[in-house]
C-alpha cells in the first residue's frame, strides 16, 4: 500500500494550510528569540570599547564567532589549507548530500527515526568531540617535536613555486594535518560500516553529525579557551595575560 501519510505514493492529503499552522510556529520561534535577547542584552554586560588603534591591537584578536571555528584551523595548519582549501571542500561536500544520499526510505528526517541511525550519530558525535579535542591538545604539546622531526629528514628548504612555501612547510602545513583528518574520517566510516552495518544514508547523517560536532567544538575553543597570544587558558583566565 502507498505510504499516504508521507505522501508517497499517493494524493497529497497530508497537507495542511501555511496560516495557521506554519506562522504560528514561526511568531512562536520569533518571539521566544526576541524576548531570549532582550534578556541577555539586559543582564550581560558588553560595554563599548575605544576606538580602534592600529599601533595597538588587542592581544587576542578575534574574528566574529561563527568565523572562530576558522581561526582555530589556522593555528593547526597552513593558512592557506585552514583558511581556503577546507571550507571549500567541506560546502562542496555539503552540496553534494542529496546527490549521493539515499532515496529510498523516509527522507528530510533527522535521525531517520531508526534506532541503529541515532546509535550511529550519538558515536559519531562522542567519536568527532573526543578526537578533535585530542588534536588541539596534541598540536599544542607535540607539535614541536613534529617540526623537529620532519627538518631531521635534511628536507630542502627551497620554496614550492605554486605554494610558495619550503617543503618542510608543506609537510608540516599540509601533509601532517590532512593525515589526521583524511585518516580519522576513514576510521569513521570503516567503524560504522563494520560494527553498526551502516548503509549510505547512515554514512552521510554520521559524518554530517561528526561536521557540526566539529563546528561546535572549535568554536567554543576558541571563544572559551583561546586567551593572551591565542593560547589554550581556562574560560576564567581567557582576560589574563600570561
Not at 528530510?108 to 588534536?135: C, D, H, M, P, Q
Not at 620532519?150 to 605554486?162: F, H, Q, R, S, Y
Not at 560500516?193 to 549510505?200: D, G, I, L, M
Not at 587558558?233 to 595575560?241: L, R
Request: no cysteine.
Amino acid at each position: 500500500m502507498p505510504d499516504v501519510r508521507r505522501g508517497v505514493g499517493g494524493p497529497p492529503d497530508n497537507k495542511v494550510e501555511t496560516w495557521p499552522h506554519l506562522l504560528i510556529l514561526e511568531f512562536l520561534a520569533a518571539l521566544v528569540f526576541t524576548v531570549s535577547l532582550v534578556f541577555v542584552s539586559v543582564t550581560v554586560n558588553a560595554p563599548l570599547e575605544t576606538l580602534a588603534n592600529p599601533e595597538k591591537t588587542p592581544n587576542p584578536s578575534k574574528a566574529p564567532w561563527y568565523f572562530l571555528n576558522l581561526q582555530e584551523l589556522l593555528l593547526h595548519m597552513d593558512p592557506a589549507l585552514a583558511g581556503v582549501i577546507v571550507p571549500t571542500v567541506a560546502l562542496i561536500a555539503l552540496a553534494a548530500i542529496p546527490y549521493f544520499d539515499d532515496p529510498k526510505g523516509v527522507m528530510g528526517e533527522w535521525f531517520l527515526g531508526s534506532r541503529k541511525t541515532v546509535r550511529i550519530n550519538i558515536f559519531s558525535g562522542l567519536y568527532t568531540a573526543v578526537w578533535v579535542v585530542f588534536l588541539i591538545f596534541f598540536d599544542k604539546y607535540l607539535r614541536g617535536y613534529i617540526i623537529d622531526f620532519v627538518k631531521a629528514w635534511g628536507l630542502p628548504p627551497n620554496n614550492i613555486p605554486i605554494l610558495e612555501i619550503s617543503l618542510q612547510q608543506f609537510v608540516t602545513g599540509y601533509i601532517y594535518p590532512l593525515i589526521f583528518v583524511i585518516g580519522l574520517i576513514a576510521l569513521l566510516v570503516y567503524i560504522l560500516r563494520r560494527f553498526y552495518h551502516a548503509e549510505r544514508s547512515d554514512l552521510i547523517q554520521g559524518l554530517f553529525t561528526g561536521f557540526v560536532v566539529t563546528y561546535v567544538v572549535l568554536t567554543i575553543v576558541g571563544t572559551a579557551f583561546r586567551g593572551h597570544g591565542m593560547e589554550l587558558f581556562w574560560p576564567w583566565e581567557v582576560g589574563k595575560p600570561e
